[in-house]
């Protein structure tokens, strides 16, 4: 497990991504993927690295979390490669991608308030459902990370809620949510 979780005043929105990955006979199956700009690996899940049919090597690789906790769910490493949910390109390369058991909780970890999409709709999102929980299969750590990023990235912010972040997957919506700022008083015309 690589996220942490904290009860604050703000929900801090992690930024996911639908992509597109190449299964064992060259078919696009789509994924679900937090990018982490904090993990040293990239991690796929067990039950996904199967659903593609994806080549499991094993592998005496050791994994540690938060407070230098070892991950005991190793199943071994592989690789793949995906393109952006909504377009044919560019196309990436994750080598040594580890398998586990599982990565993280569900994501966001409760449906985000309206007030956020309706800031965002005008985006090509690179996660449409990014502000509704669902599972991840893969985490893109620091590894791939900086090959997602644009050469001059374009970053919307916005007072009280999180940013969006242009990306080669499409936008990401990532940062603190003040969760006082989603109220109805607020008008989202005011926010630059």
Not at 132 to 151: A, E, F, N, R, T
Not at 157 to 166: C, I, V
Request: hydrophobic share 40%; aromatic share 4%; glycine share 8%.
């Amino acid at each position: 497990k690589f996220s942490g979780a904290a009860r604050t005043e703000a929900t801090v929105i992690l930024g996911t991504a639908i992509v597109r990955v190449r299964d064992n006979v060259g078919k696009l199956q789509t994924v679900r993927v937090l990018l982490d700009s904090g993990s040293q690996i990239s991690a796929i899940t067990l039950q996904c690295a199967t659903r593609l049919g994806l080549r499991q090597i094993k592998s005496r690789i050791e994994v540690t979390g938060l407070s230098q906790q070892r991950v005991t769910k190793v199943k071994g490493v592989t690789q793949c490669q995906f393109i952006p949910l909504h377009t044919e390109g560019p196309q990436f390369c994750a080598t040594s991608v580890v398998i586990l058991t599982h990565i993280t909780m569900q994501l966001p970890g409760d449906r985000i308030p309206s007030a956020v999409r309706e800031r965002y709709h005008h985006l090509l999102l690179a996660d449409p459902e990014f502000d509704v929980p669902g599972p991840i299969d893969m985490l893109l750590g620091s590894d791939l990370y900086p090959h997602l990023l644009q050469s001059k990235a374009d970053i919307i912010h916005s007072t009280g809620l999180p940013s969006a972040m242009n990306t080669q997957l499409g936008w990401i919506v990532v940062g603190a949510l003040n969760e006082t700022s989603t109220s109805p008083m607020v008008s989202l015309s005011a926010v630059s």
